[in-house]
């Protein structure tokens, strides 16, 4: 089920954070990282970032730091792939290894995937397993519409009532307009399966 979503306030949390983490609960996410991920955190659950110092090291071996550092009390790992700020992508085995990484502890991996349309490699988010998964995205990058001033995100369908209870208890104001240019858009890219590749 794809959602769109407002802009974010980093005062509160995101949906992803309201749904999946509670406080006391941990976050991991690689470092360096684009700042909203890591203000947001700080405001509504404990950091655990993943130290990258280089763009190799986000690409090859991401998942064996994960691996090393997990524990029970992290409910969501974020992986940005096209990196910010590095550009670097994660490679396969590494998706696939932190898939199984986070299905066997029982947390969230969130995509966020709001530059994919810069890169013309297969798309990452083929190695995640849909169901343990949220993907955001832009709608500003994705389909060229800097004016559109939202986001999306696909979360699996028995989980959509959480998420949309999330939103509902975080933000106000978001144009109607807009969100039905959103709906619009997305509907005709979920009717030809674009939005999946």
Partial sequence: MVLPLPPCDTSRK??????????GDK???PVPSFPYWGNT??????????????????SNSVGNIIEK???????????????????SLLSKDQALKINE????????????????????KEWIGNYFDMENSIIVDSFSKRFGMPGL????????????????????????????????IADFVLELFLNNKSLNS
């Fill in 101 to 120: 990484i986070a299905k066997g502890k029982g947390c969230k991996v969130l995509l966020d995937d709001v530059y994919r349309a810069f890169c013309k």
């Fill in 27 to 29: 976050v991991m996410y």
């Fill in 69 to 87: 550092k997990i524990d029970d009390k992290v409910k969501l790992i974020i992986i940005n792939s096209p990196h910010n700020p590095f550009g």
């Fill in 14 to 23: 995101t949906p992803s954070l309201f749904t999946y983490a509670d406080e």
């Fill in 149 to 180: 001033r939202l986001g999306f995100a696909r979360v699996p369908k028995n989980e959509v009532k959480y998420f949309r209870a999330s939103l509902a208890n975080n933000y106000v104001g978001v144009s109607m307009s807009s969100v039905v």
């Fill in 41 to 58: 955190i700080r405001k509504a659950t404990l950091n655990r970032p993943i130290i990258c110092s280089n763009p190799h090291i986000l």
